[in-house]
């Protein structure tokens, strides 16, 4: 099986338990905890920027998109990225980060932040910035924060905290 094997579509509210159990058994209890995660807590990800695979009928990876800023700019924050195990390694996941950052950049975004493996997302377009240009609501290893610019110079300048949007009552920000 390929990347080509699959289905690509975007999330849809049927698909939320089936991410959940897939997000508990790829990170564990222990994901609360991780910045990437505070990050995301209590926002809605953008269900027009969150895309699932399927091989056949099975459901078997997910990405999701969250609005975030840096240093008061606004940002997305990929992740979690989430492959079910038999099918990790065969390109899933990588051609769900592929959709994601395409349909972020059509819908007008300039800046995609996660927490991962450079050499896994290096190659989707991701790279580092100066150590500490970019701080977590929580600790994270400096070398593992990547960014991916959307559009020309989106990356020049780019540092700050990066924050959770705040979400007010009847979703105004």
Known sequence: MTAASFTYRLEHPADDAEIEALHAEAFGPGRFARAAFRLREGVPHNPALSFVAHAGEEFIASVRLTPITIGRRPAILLGPLAVKPPYKGKGAGKQLVRIALAAA?????????????????????????????????????????????????????????????AIGPRGTR
């Open 105 to 165: 950049r059509d819908a007008g975004h300039h800046v995609v932040l996660l927490v991962g493996d450079e050499p896994y997302y290096g190659p989707l377009g991701f790279t580092r910035l100066a150590r500490g240009a970019v701080t977590l609501p929580a600790p994270a290893d400096p070398d593992r924060v990547l960014v991916a610019g959307l559009s020309p110079r989106a990356l020049e300048g780019l540092a700050g905290k990066a924050e959770r949007i």
